[in-house]
């Protein structure tokens, strides 16, 4: 392992004069939650951003479930920066040129007042957010990078280091919202030691379509509504997955990487990506679309086993930072997550502030997250992002699933009908899946998503 | 994208200075990072020990690197271009040798500005 951020644990004479109640690092969804928790609470709270502006650094795959959101700001489809309200969610199983499809269509998710899901941009989206929480008091500074914890006497963090000119921000609480990276939480030493196998990688492309072209190319039915399709069996020799979705004058294409299947197979991140591009099932919806961005950015995968000690004196992590992203193959989500995450920790500094430091924010927060859907979900799930890495979802999955199609709907006259069970026998066999691993495999799902 | 500098920009060449890669089936990273807005800093915030690296064998900052940044000289060195650095982490995630890469992230209001992500 490199060296990361050389950071001596300087230590600093106590003393209660707080510049702030709360330092939160990172305007991400997690950091602008909390932030907006804490500022509604009447905490006099800051809100650091590298970035010029709110999401200015940030790249996803990309589509916000907001319930929980909705619970924080019931008023958000009002102003939030919606691309398109997903009606469509597509799971495509690909094998060489072939693929096979298992699209739901549920127009009831494209409720403007309450959609299940949509896509958004993330600079538009988390200075959006970031937006809500300045309204209700938070400071805002961007362009500001944290680059350490500072201590007191007692080993409690005291205040954050930036590169801004002038002293260290002094407060009572810090809340490291500072991303995949995380380099406050690893200097904390609140990480598990998380090396390359807890990541995967994230590169992306966005293309331009325009609105109606999009509508009819995706075959959707009201303006303003959009599709998500998650791919896999598109990664080659490295384990990850592909998706699609639309934003309302464009459409992004990308593919999640395995770190470790990068490092092991030489593959390079944008040939993968351009594998993709040209399948027969893909080629045709994205064909004369103009590019106008490209981007790259980890995403930390592992789950609830590389959850790091969430909190310490004055110190309490979220969102990606705490590895609160959800990818558990059928379900991957992350915004939704860093959200809950975000406003937990805030609520956390509140108990504390409230009872005069009787309750501690750091068990205040432990157990509220694991008390709520973030801990519950990643609990049950441990075991779904090593199944869904594996090469028997990978590889095994998606030929399966195309051999059996393939054996069902070709039409072999005169040859007779297989009944189902020879069709799925024979499709195992051509997949090379022994009916013992097979057998193994679903076992194994059952046991994770049981 | 325009690129925003805080200083003269120095013209890259370390990517002629090699063979150029394979170009990346359909996508040519160069026209793609030329979409990318970089505001770019003077001061590097990823550090390169060549010394570390002249003893490596694996290189899979070559090929994990999204941005294509780490390039292998003919004489075996190897060389970095921060400039149109994503900001990812990759590299020194995947580089499993003490001290040859050192991360931080770029000046508050540098590196990549991403607008449709």
Known sequence: ?450 | MSRITDAPNPKLNYRQATESPEPGAGIDLDQELGRVEFRISTRPHIALDNRVCAGCTARTCLNACPARLFVETSAGEIIFNYENCFECGTCYLVCGHEGALSWNYPPGGYGVRFHRS
């Open chain 1, 1 to 450: 392992m490199p060296k990361e951020m050389e950071v001596p644990m300087t230590a600093i004479e106590g003393g209660n004069a707080s510049c702030f109640d709360a330092v939160v690092v990172g305007a991400g969804p997690a950091g602008s939650a909390a932030a907006l928790v804490l500022a509604r609470g009447g905490a006099k709270v800051a809100l650091l951003e590298r970035g010029t502006e709110p999401g200015s650094k940030n790249l996803y795959g990309g589509v916000i479930y907001p319930a929980i959101l909705a619970q924080l700001i019931p008023d958000y489809p009002e102003s939030a920066p919606i691309e398109r309200r997903i009606t469509r969610r597509v799971t495509m199983l690909v094998d060489g040129g072939r693929a096979t499809w298992l699209a739901h269509d549920n127009p009831s998710w494209g409720d403007p007042g309450g959609p299940n899901a949509f896509t958004a941009y993330r600079p538009a989206f988390d200075s959006w957010l970031a937006g809500v929480a300045v309204a209700a008091g938070a400071v805002l500074l961007p362009s500001t990078t944290a680059t350490r914890l500072v201590r007191d006497a007692y080993g409690h963090v005291a205040a954050v280091a930036t590169d801004r000119e002038g002293p260290p921000l002094r407060t009572r609480m810090v809340i490291a919202a500072d991303g995949a990276n995380s380099f406050l939480a690893k200097q904390a030493g609140l990480m598990k030691g998380a090396g390359a196998e807890g990541y995967t990688l994230g590169v992306k492309r966005v293309l331009s379509l325009g609105a109606e072209e999009i509508e009819r190319r995706f075959n959707i039915a009201s303006p303003g509504e959009g599709v998500d399709i998650e791919i896999l069996g598109c990664t080659g020799e490295v384990s990850g997955g592909g998706f699609l979705y639309t934003n309302s004058e464009t459409v992004a294409v990308g593919l999640v990487l395995s770190l470790t299947g990068l490092a092991a197979t030489k593959s390079r991140p944008e040939e993968l990506l351009g594998r993709l591009q040209r399948h027969p099932s893909i080629e045709p919806l994205l064909r004369g679309a103009e590019p106008l961005e490209y981007g790259a950015h980890l995403i930390p995968e592992a789950g609830f086993s590389h959850w790091p000690r969430l909190g310490s004196k004055g110190l309490l992590v979220a969102g990606d930072a705490a590895f609160a992203c959800l990818a558990a193959g059928l379900w991957l989500e992350g915004v939704n997550y860093a959200i809950a995450s975000g406003a937990e920790a805030g609520r956390a500094v509140l108990a504390e502030f409230d009872s005069h430091g009787a309750a501690d924010a750091a068990a205040v927060y432990a157990s509220a997250m694991e008390a709520s859907f973030v801990g519950i979900n990643h609990r049950r799930l441990r075991h779904a992002p090593r199944l869904v890495m594996s090469r028997a979802t990978q590889v095994g999955l998606p030929r399966f699933a195309n051999h059996l199609a393939s054996e069902i709907f070709s039409v072999r006259d005169p040859e007779p009908k297989p009944g189902l069970a020879r069709a799925a026998y024979a499709a195992a066999h051509r997949s090379g899946v022994s009916p013992l691993t097979a057998g193994a495999a679903v076992l194994r799902a059952l046991r994770t998503f049981g």
